[in-house]
């Protein structure tokens, strides 16, 4: 009896897991919200700070149906979406900016550089379903 308990206890956490884990596979729209940045420009020393310190929007919506990252502003394509074991790869293009995303497939938390020839931002936080 208690082998079955072990195995149903275990069961239930695996499939919790992975029900978790759909929720950041880019089969459902997200909301992330970036709660802290570093700040680049060419020639300078890098700084940290808020992502309100540079410009970036509390949230940001990824609508993987439209292909779009979206904040109080702007709408952004997403050009690239790709799919790993352990995180949601995303690229686009923002005004005279390249960026990438990274969000972690399992807990949601994210990574969003932004380049351009004279600056590099990074932001970090989480994502959560809609």
Same mark, same amino acid.
């Given at each position: $009896?208690? /082998? ?6 275990? #069961?239930?956490?695996?499939? *919790?897991?992975s029900a978790f884990a759909a929720d950041y596979d880019g ?18 020393e890098c700084l940290a700070g808020l992502p309100e310190d ?5 949230? $940001?919506? /990824? ?6 990252? #979206?904040?109080?502003?702007? *709408? ?12 949601l790869l995303l690229q686009g293009r923002e005004g005279p ?34």
């Amino acid at each position: $009896m208690k /082998l079955l308990r072990q195995f149903a206890i275990g #069961s239930l956490a695996f499939l *919790a897991t992975s029900a978790f884990a759909a929720d950041y596979d880019g089969s459902k729209p997200l909301i992330c919200a970036p709660v802290s940045a570093i700040d680049c420009m060419r020639g300078d020393e890098c700084l940290a700070g808020l992502p309100e310190d540079i410009g970036a929007p509390a949230f $940001m919506r /990824l609508d993987f149906t439209k292909k779009t990252v #979206s904040g109080p502003k702007n *709408a952004s394509p997403i050009l690239l979406q790709e799919k790993s074991a352990d995180q949601l790869l995303l690229q686009g293009r923002e005004g005279p900016f390249g960026w990438t995303m990274a969000v972690h497939t399992e807990n949601g938390e994210m990574t969003l550089t932004l380049i351009s020839t004279k600056a590099a931002y990074v932001l970090f936080g989480s994502c959560t379903p809609l």
